[in-house]
């Protein structure tokens, strides 16, 4: 990773979590294949499920990441699909904090 790459900041991606948070990944991978959507789809469609209140903010460099973005617009993910995300993936599992101290510490919706 490039030096000013968040991930090098990230508790999640340090090296005593990045592990666990893998073995996370590769537990959603599997639902994603199962449904023929790639991983960032199936990730931006259960955001889009947690309902109308909710809006995820997806961020693209390429036109290609655009397009895969928007295909999530056409998962529509059962009750029964979400609850399987939320089993494979639960929060609790995550290791490590979503920002370091400093950046933790200006968020309110963490606290």
Do not use: C, H
């Not at 592990?19 to 955001?47: M, P, S």
């Not at 895969?68 to 029964?80: N, P, R, T, V, Y």
């Not at 089993?87 to 933790?104: C, I, S, T």
Request: charged fraction near 25%.
């Amino acid at each position: 990773m490039a030096g000013n790459d968040f991930r090098n900041f990230s508790p999640r991606f340090s090296p005593e979590n990045l592990e666990q948070n893998l073995a996370l990944v590769d537990t959603f991978r599997a639902v994603a294949t199962e449904k023929n959507v790639t991983v960032a789809q199936l990730a931006i469609a259960w955001v889009l499920a947690q309902g109308q209140d909710i809006v995820p903010l997806v961020g693209a460099r390429r036109r290609d990441r655009l397009a895969e973005s928007l295909g999530a617009l056409a998962i529509s993910l059962s009750s029964e699909d979400r609850q399987r995300i939320e089993d494979a993936v639960p929060v609790a599992a995550v290791a490590g904090e979503r920002y370091n101290a400093q950046g933790m510490a200006g968020l309110d919706s963490e606290r």
